[in-house]
């Protein structure tokens, strides 16, 4: 319906893996395939969703399974894993070294960058850059 003008998927990572540890019970890929059906369906739709890169656990693989997710959406919101007592992710003894949540945070933070350019200069110039 093209009176649907933004939804919001906050997939909050890329990788089932991270998401599964967050205990959440759906696949990114999947979500990420029906969100390129609708935008082909209705292209003015803005996606937004929520990224976040340090969740205890998070490897190199999961945190480029998030980056390369960012190309099915409009606007990013993200955020850096911050630990929290009394939660489940406390409880994980393979938590994210702080020096390496910054680095990926920047990392995030210059794809995001990128990616909100990308979707600008479409939206301005209809010019199509590296991601879609």
């Known amino acids: 319906d093209s009176r649907v003008i933004n939804i919001n998927f906050p997939i909050q990572s890329g990788s089932s893996r991270i998401v599964r540890r967050m205990g959440r019970e759906y696949d990114p890929q999947k979500v990420l395939q029906v969100l390129y059906e609708i935008k082909s369906i209705n292209p003015g739709l803005v996606i937004k969703t929520n990224i976040m890169t ?3 656990g998070e490897t190199l693989n999961d945190f480029f399974a998030s980056i390369k997710s960012l190309s099915a959406f409009d606007v990013i919101y993200y955020v850096k894993f911050t630990l929290r007592p009394n939660t489940g ?13 910054n680095l990926r945070f920047l990392l995030l933070s210059l794809a995001v960058f990128y990616r909100h350019l990308t979707v600008l200069f479409k939206s301005l110039f209809n010019v199509k850059l590296m991601f879609r």
């Open 89 to 101: 992710a406390f409880l994980y003894k393979d938590q994210v070294p702080e020096t390496t949540k």
């Open 54 to 56: 340090g969740f205890p």
